[in-house]
């Protein structure tokens, strides 16, 4: 040290050696305080090596297993008038009971006697499509009659021209005769008068052979006008048989327009027919719609549309039902951070609002007025709320649920995952880490299975 001060250096002697301090030392409440200090530290170290079951804790309601089983809102599915109230909150409605009664308040549907009279127009094209059938057939049958008729003119137009024909053929064969005689008339007068020239023979006898030969001449051309009377006769029979051809297919040709014009009839009939049967139903339907039915059996939580005369549209909600026969269920919340450590199948912890219960989390042993629960679907799609959505069931192994729960109840849920140190789960606390992620027995077996 610098020697700055004039005062010298005084020789200090140890504390142990005044009085005071060795009185201080001597107390004995110092000892049990470094004694609970030791206890207090060993305690510690002992509850740090403590083992810590990690768990997913979650927040949600008392909801139905299955959505038919959950409240449910009866809508109007058309518009219309309140006319009469069934029933009143609170009261039991079986499937099919009346709960409201509306009338109609748009003017197409006014007519009280509407689905009679739809009724009567559907059967009045019916008898209209039935006559127009009617009329198909009998064209039909007629089409058939003028083509047997035709082929049945035909033939006898055929026969004639076949006639026609060989009439030709035997007038141009006795015309070919006719000609041979004629040949053989001249040859015998040129004979005859040429021997009476030389006078061998007659002046009668002349006379004859130019007879004949004027006969024969004479035959020749009524024969030719047979044989032109034949020709005409086999063309006029030609001509029948086109005269027929054109005729029938004229009439049949006819009848086949107003065959198609029928059938095109009955087709827009039957058409017409089948959107008056739709509109039947459609208003059939419509009437039964005025009754607005329960459609489970429930109890009527809260009526939506109060009063008489109140005019409600399409969509409408009129009451609020809760089915009396339903399963419970929890559905939870969880973090994102947790959502990969949850599987279908895993079992979970739940204790509910109103039930006593005694909850250390981490030390499932010693938790009291808990029930089991398993998980039974997970949504995939994060919630408004920021979390996971988890649904959880009833586990039928574990001891069953309170019947005095009603739905919406809170309910608050607990996972639990790994067995770790508790300095570890405060360590991973304090750093934010997720839990280990672990895989249920339960989920391996069921895995193994599926590979099988």
């Not at 002992?46 to 997913?56: A, G, S, V």
């Amino acid at each position: 040290m610098l020697n700055i001060s004039n005062n010298k250096n005084v020789k200090q002697e140890g504390l142990q050696s005044l009085d005071t301090v060795k009185k201080l030392a001597n107390r004995p409440h110092y000892k049990i305080l470094n004694r609970i200090i030791v206890v207090a530290c060993v305690l510690a170290i002992i509850i740090l090596l403590m083992p810590w079951t990690q768990n997913i804790s979650g927040s949600g309601a008392v909801t139905t297993l299955k959505p038919d089983q959950r409240p449910q809102t009866v809508h109007s599915a058309i518009a219309g008038r309140i006319e009469k109230w069934y029933v009143k909150e609170g009261d039991h409605v079986n499937k099919g009971d009346t709960i409201l009664f509306i009338s109609e308040i748009k003017e197409e549907y006014f007519d009280p006697n509407l689905v009679q009279n739809t009724k009567q127009q559907v059967d009045a094209k019916k008898m209209s499509l039935e006559s127009y059938s009617g009329k198909v057939e009998a064209l039909s049958s007629q089409i058939n009659a003028l083509s047997r008729e035709q082929n049945l003119k035909l033939e006898q137009a055929q026969n004639k021209m076949k006639q026609a024909r060989l009439k030709v053929k035997s007038d141009s064969i006795d015309l070919e005769a006719v000609k041979t005689q004629l040949t053989i008339a001249t040859r015998q007068f040129n004979r005859v008068s040429q021997l009476h020239e030389e006078g061998l023979k007659p002046l009668t006898e002349l006379e004859e052979k130019r007879l004949k030969l004027q006969e024969s001449q004479a035959k020749i051309i009524t024969q030719e006008n047979k044989l032109l009377s034949s020709e005409n006769e086999l063309i006029n029979a030609q001509v029948e048989i086109n005269r027929i051809l054109a005729e029938y297919s004229e009439k049949i040709s006819k009848a086949n327009s107003d065959k198609f014009t029928a059938l095109s009839n009955q087709f827009d009939t039957e058409t017409q027919v089948n959107k008056l049967e739709n509109q039947y139903v459609n208003y059939s339907i419509r009437n039964g719609m005025y009754y607005i039915k329960a459609p489970q059996d429930g109890y009527v939580n809260r009526a939506l549309q109060s009063g008489l005369g109140e005019t409600i549209k399409e969509g409408t909600p009129i009451v609020s039902i809760m089915p009396s026969d339903y399963e419970i269920a929890v559905e939870t919340y969880v973090n994102p951070i947790d959502l990969p450590l949850l599987k279908r199948g895993e079992k979970v912890r739940v204790w509910f609002d109103g039930w006593p219960t005694i909850v250390f989390s981490g030390w499932p042993n010693m938790s009291y007025g808990t029930f089991g629960g398993e998980i039974v679907a997970i949504e995939n799609f994060i919630s408004p709320n920021g979390k996971y959505r988890v649904l959880i069931a009833p586990d039928k192994s574990a001891e069953p649920w309170p019947e005095q729960l009603s739905i919406g109840a809170g309910a608050q849920t607990m996972a639990l995952l790994e067995t770790v140190p508790v300095w570890f789960e405060i360590w991973r606390t304090l750093n934010g880490f997720p839990p280990n992620y672990y895989q249920p027995n339960n989920t391996q077996s069921d895995a193994g299975k599926e590979k099988k």
